[in-house]
């Protein structure tokens, strides 16, 4: 393991050294069964032991209510843009609600990202109505604007509200109740956290649904989780309410079906099942803390030189996650990756879309990772302010 580098990408991204070397224990003969993971039908005893426990674990964790599914899709981020509005559109309250009304329901979107806004384009996409509650700040994605300003739907003739915790593009990261204190307790609130769960407690109780991807705090690439309120799966007896909704996406049948109602993503479950081991061992409270720490050790270097390190984004909403700033040239951007890569501290490149540098710090990530990093960012500043 020594000549692991500090890995700094925005995900898939670093996991705990710990949890894959017990991978690599038990990679050829899993626990004495003579098969690995990789290898063992997902029907079997053993692989009914592995995903039950990480669904358990996961709900100790994050504490998620007796009233909420939990379940492990395919699919990605991406699949739950789709998803969260068919399911909904689905969903007995919903199409009560919109018949009541007597035209489509629409569904708010608050833009604070690229990521949100992809998830309103794809409900576009699919023919659905949306409200946008907020584009950014004057549509710059920097902050959240104030909530007074926010142009939220009638309850009465809204689906859901919709927005991501953490903009993993734009360095943004929301808090929660800024979103669920400015909504209508009767219309649902669906959060894509899939760079930030798991990174922080959250009141799992104000939400109707929360996806995420596992590629950034809880495992490897491969599974998305979707925590869903019960009510929100019931639905009407009429067939016509599946039509558009195809299973892979459907909530309902991958609860029904224990998340495996054909071939789950069996060695990705497994290897998030340590991970969220290893975070109850932690204590979520001490990762959140350590979220903070890690976070600060880096911001501090841009605070004490913000002519040279310009962060973009309103420190309010500053993400602990992904620490977005520019150089003052893109000549400066590509040398300090580059020279950052001959130090083994990698992907430090900004997302594809903005440029400038984005440095993930992820729970895996040590505090010794982000004084490193840290350290690195003040003498590439000693030498070339
Ligand atoms: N939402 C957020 C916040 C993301 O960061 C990403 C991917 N980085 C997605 C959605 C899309 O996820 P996927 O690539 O798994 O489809």
């Known amino acids: 393991s020594n000549d692991r580098v500090l890995n700094f990408s925005a995900g898939p991204s670093t996991l705990p050294l710990s949890v894959l070397e017990e991978v690599q224990r038990d990679l050829i003969n899993y626990k004495g069964t003579g098969v690995s993971v990789l290898e063992m039908s997902h029907r079997s005893k053993p692989y009914d032991a592995i995903i039950r426990d990480a669904e358990a674990t996961l709900r100790r964790v994050l504490n998620v209510p007796s009233n909420y599914a939990v379940v492990f899709l395919q699919g990605g981020g991406t699949g739950e843009f789709a998803a969260s509005y068919l399911n909904l559109f689905a969903s007995k309250s919903v199409r009560a609600k919109q018949a009541k009304l007597g035209r489509a329901l629409s569904c708010d979107y608050v833009v604070t990202g690229s990521w949100s806004k992809a998830g309103m384009k794809e409900v576009q996409r699919l023919g659905g ?113 599946l039509h558009n909704l195809p299973s892979v996406l459907d909530w309902q049948y991958y609860n029904k079906g224990g998340s495996m109602p054909h071939t789950p993503p069996c060695f990705t479950i497994y290897v998030c099942g340590l991970v969220f081991k290893w975070v109850e061992k932690l204590g979520l409270d001490k990762v959140e803390q350590l979220r903070e720490e890690r976070a600060k050790i880096v911001y501090d270097v841009i605070d004490s030189h913000p002519e040279f390190f310009k962060g973009p984004v309103n420190k309010q909403y500053r993400s602990c996650m992904n620490l977005v700033f520019n150089l003052p040239t893109k000549e400066l951007e590509a040398q300090f990756v580059a020279e950052a890569a001959q130090q083994n501290m990698i992907q430090l490149k900004g997302h594809r879309s903005v440029g400038g540098i984005r440095v993930s710090l992820y729970n895996a990530m040590t505090i010794e990772g982000a004084q490193a990093v840290a350290q690195f960012m003040q003498s590439f500043y000693d030498q070339h302010r």
Not at 192 to 206: A, E, G, L, T, V
């Open 129 to 241: 109505h949306v409200n946008t509650v907020i584009d950014g700040v004057d549509g710059k994605y920097v902050g959240v604007l104030p909530v007074s300003q926010w142009k939220l739907g009638k309850p009465e003739e809204t689906a859901f509200v919709y927005y991501c915790d953490n903009e993993t593009v734009n360095g943004v990261e929301c808090r929660p109740e800024t979103v669920v204190d400015a909504v209508d307790p009767s219309v649902p609130v669906i959060c894509d956290m899939s760079s930030n769960m798991m990174s922080r407690p959250i009141d799992i109780k104000r939400f109707g649904a929360i996806v995420a991807g596992a590629q950034k705090n809880m495992g490897p690439a491969g599974v998305t989780i979707a925590i869903v309120r019960d009510d929100l799966l019931e639905r009407d007896d009429d067939p016509a309410v």
